[in-house]
């Protein structure tokens, strides 16, 4: 079963959420890679204003191809999470809600999970035409020199992810892992 979820990604729609639930999110979530998310880091550091709302934001961490005609995106495959690790747990603190990405995320990170209410999505890597399907609209709205890497408010309908880490530390990456060898165990 697919839990639909409307964005933005509150507290209270995080607390529900289970590591293992696919998903689908319908509305807005934002771009970002490791120069902007170094560049929000850097603001946050020196006591400035982001560009953006962070709070119940969702990020999903890709960098669109260039755009053809008539299409709201290029192709927009999830990138490594783990380059943005030294700076997610910065924007949790500040109200951040989700991140969509592909692979493990480090302590640091889940434990702002855990202590500001946040979940890791995944979304499935070498699928970026197909989840640009599900991207309705895309406009820059930061860092706009970054070209493809700039943040992005994107406008998404029926986007496929499953939740990796939820808002209690319960990781499918380990628990995912474990309950596969134990069915191998069983098979014997």
Do not use: W
């Amino acid at each position: 079963m697919e839990i639909k979820i409307t964005l933005p990604l509150t507290k209270d729609k995080v607390k529900e959420l289970k590591a293992g639930d696919s998903c689908l999110l319908t509305g807005v979530m934002y771009t970002g890679r490791d120069a902007a998310h170094k560049r929000l880091f850097d603001l946050i550091k020196e006591g400035k204003k982001l560009p953006l709302d962070i709070k119940d934001s969702t990020f999903y961490f890709v960098g669109p191809t260039p755009k053809k005609e008539g299409e709201a995106i290029g192709s927009a495959g999830p990138t490594t999470s783990y380059r943005m690790d030294a700076y997610s747990p910065a924007l949790i603190a500040l109200g951040q809600t989700g991140m969509i990405g592909k692979g493990k995320r480090n302590d640091d990170v889940i434990k702002a999970m855990k202590k500001y209410g946040a979940v890791y999505f995944g979304a499935i890597g070498g699928c970026g035409a197909l989840l640009s399907k599900c991207i309705k609209r895309s406009e820059v709205v930061a860092y706009e020199d970054l070209g493809t890497e700039a943040i992005h408010r994107l406008e998404v309908e029926n986007f496929p992810v499953v939740v990796v880490i939820d808002s209690y530390g319960n990781n499918l990456y380990e628990t995912g892992k474990k309950a596969y060898l134990e069915s191998l165990k069983e098979e014997k």
